[in-house]
């Protein structure tokens, strides 16, 4: 007897005209071949996240292609099933193994687990994210969110794991943001006569309001550019240079 395979339900099939498909391969699957842009477009169209809504997205690292979204893509994904039965958790825990549903000191949690559940599974299938698989760092000390909300992020970790393990035929070969944080880390670079760079207070909130700008073309991006502090334009041309220049070919894809 044939085995039916299991299709995540759509409202409506996502569908990409010529037009599209070339704005998505210069402004959301940047530097992706013919070969990557095809698997992209196919795990788009499979989960039924809309690249055109930032739903889902691909980097490259290292000459490798990695398709993401965020946990919110994951959770609706699940939901689409009609197998998804919510969670438990999340649950953090120190060096000491003790579980607790809520992360109230000071210093980042050692782990975190999340429960799935399904309506067809008897248990809840639980994955584990541990803090130091995680968490991005930027010479020597945590960086981003990860230094603001260290609990939340890791505990997106476990959710998304989880979420993998319960729905593997919807969501292999994706990964959450939050995941990959860490493979964006900037290498530490010994300089002379120069201290480490600091990030400046209000910096992300502003590569925040950036990054909405870009979306409005290259003249706004520009303006708001030469408009904002120059300590966060050098911190951003200095630790992480290839997210301005993403920033540059997404306003330059937009159509005014």
């Known amino acids: 007897?044939?085995?039916?395979?299991?299709?995540?339900?759509?409202?409506?099939?996502?569908?990409?005209?010529?037009?599209?498909?070339?704005?998505?391969?210069?402004?959301?699957?940047?530097?992706?071949?013919?070969?990557?842009?095809?698997?992209?477009?196919?795990?788009?169209?499979?989960?039924?996240?809309?690249?055109?809504?930032?739903?889902?997205?691909?980097?490259?690292?290292?000459g490798k292609m990695t398709i993401q979204t965020a946990i919110d893509g994951f959770r609706l994904v699940a939901e689409r099933t009609g197998k998804y039965a919510g969670q438990l958790g999340p649950f953090w825990c120190g060096e000491d193994g003790q579980w607790s549903d809520v992360w109230l000191k000071k210093t980042p949690p050692s782990a975190a687990k999340v429960g799935v559940l399904r309506k067809d599974f008897t248990e809840p299938l639980y994955a584990v994210a541990n803090f130091d698989a995680y968490a991005q760092e930027f010479n020597g000390k945590l960086s981003g969110l990860w230094a603001k909300m260290g609990a939340l992020m890791l505990a997106k970790c476990a959710e998304s794991l989880a979420l993998r393990r319960a729905f593997p035929q919807e969501l292999s070969g994706i990964y959450t943001t939050e995941e990959m944080t860490q493979a964006d880390d900037v290498p530490t670079i010994q300089v002379e006569a120069k201290s480490m760079a600091v990030e400046p207070a209000g910096f992300d909130e502003w590569l925040t309001d950036l990054e909405a700008t870009a979306t409005e073309g290259t003249p706004a991006l520009e303006a708001a550019w030469k408009a904002s502090s120059k300590d966060f334009r050098k911190y951003l041309t200095d630790t992480a240079p290839t997210t301005w220049a993403d920033l540059k070919k997404k306003a330059a894809a937009v159509v005014l």
Do not use: C, W
Request: glycine share 4%; net charge positive; proline share 3%.
């Open 1 to 62: 007897m044939a085995t039916a395979m299991s299709i995540v339900k759509h409202d409506l099939p996502l569908t990409f005209d010529d037009e599209q498909i070339a704005l998505i391969k210069r402004s959301i699957a940047v530097g992706a071949s013919n070969d990557e842009l095809a698997l992209f477009l196919h795990q788009a169209k499979r989960t039924g996240l809309d690249p055109m809504s930032r739903q889902i997205y691909a980097i490259k690292r290292g």
